[in-house]
Nanobody
Framework: QVHVEESGGGLVQAGGSLRLSCAASGRTFSRFRMGWFRQAPGEEREFVAAIAWSASTYYADSVKGRFTISRDNAKNTVYLQMNSLKPEDTAVYYC???????????????????WGQGTQVTVSS
């Protein structure tokens, strides 16, 4: 069992920045693929960013150039640095860990086995 916990959400003005953190348990964290997803009210959960065990990164077009995902395997933690935030970035952000072989692609929520409870990010205009 892997426990995943997000932190770092909050209220920020448009154009501002936030850094989300996600701590995951497990001695093999360095082999996990880690992803960030978000869900706005009335919307479906959508992919934001992912990082492979190799440190390769993947981004949704809507956040490319503004968000950066990174990992610190020594701390079992993945980060999402969010810059130039927009009101449309407002959502609950979820961190997820994938531990098995990748079946399709990093953008697919079904490729992640363990999920955190989410952290609210609100961007005011």
């Amino acid at each position: 069992q892997v426990h995943v916990e997000e932190s770092g959400g909050g209220l920020v003005q448009a154009g501002g920045s936030l850094r989300l953190s996600c701590a995951a348990s497990g001695r093999t964290f360095s082999r996990f693929r880690m992803g960030w997803f978000r869900q706005a009210p009335g919307e479906e959960r959508e992919f934001v960013a992912a990082i492979a065990w190799s440190a390769s990164t993947y981004y949704a077009d809507s956040v490319k150039g503004r968000f950066t995902i990174s990992r610190d395997n020594a701390k079992n933690t993945v980060y999402l640095q969010m810059n130039s935030l927009k009101p449309e970035d407002t959502a609950v952000y979820y961190c997820a860990a994938g531990v098995g072989l990748l079946g399709s692609n990093y953008y697919n929520s079904h490729e992640y086995d363990y999920w955190g409870q989410g952290t609210q990010v609100t961007v005011s205009s």
